[in-house]
């Protein structure tokens, strides 16, 4: 099992940018995918990207595709989401997850892992 802990949050202005990254301890971090999810404050917990365990396959949720981009190095234990034009709606606390196996799935799945969360708030 690996550990995470995200950062990089912070608050920005509208249409500015911000990348967040999670870092792992533990073994085995490159049989995992790894994911994005995003929590506002009275709303549900979604995920926003992931990743597959080489990093050649991600997935986007149609709230972030075309501003968002995952990716991840397995050298350096690390994962990352960059964000572009941020909106007012992105307003959450962001937090890393990793699952094994290390396949996109699509739907319901266990994520093994989670960290903390970093806060992210972009002013209009």
């Known amino acids: 099992q690996v550990q995470l802990v995200e950062s990089g949050g912070g608050l920005v202005q509208s249409g500015g940018s911000l990348t967040l990254s999670c870092a792992a301890s533990?073994?085995?971090?490159?049989?995992?995918?790894v994911a994005w999810f995003r929590q506002a404050p009275g709303k549900e917990r979604e995920m926003v990207a992931q990743?597959?365990?080489?990093?050649?396959?991600?997935d986007y949720s149609d709230s972030v595709r075309g501003r968002f981009t995952i990716s991840r190095n397995n050298a350096a234990n690390t994962a990352s989401l960059q964000m572009n034009n941020l909106k007012p709606e992105d307003t959450a606390v962001y937090y890393c997850?990793?699952?094994?196996?290390?396949?996109?799935?699509?739907?319901?799945?266990?994520?093994?892992?989670w960290g903390l969360g970093t806060q992210v708030t972009v002013s209009s």
């Open positions: 997850a990793a699952g094994y196996p290390g396949t996109i799935i699509r739907g319901h799945r266990t994520w093994n892992s």
């Open positions: 990743i597959n365990w080489g990093g050649v396959v991600t």
């Open positions: 533990g073994r085995d971090f490159n049989k995992y995918a």
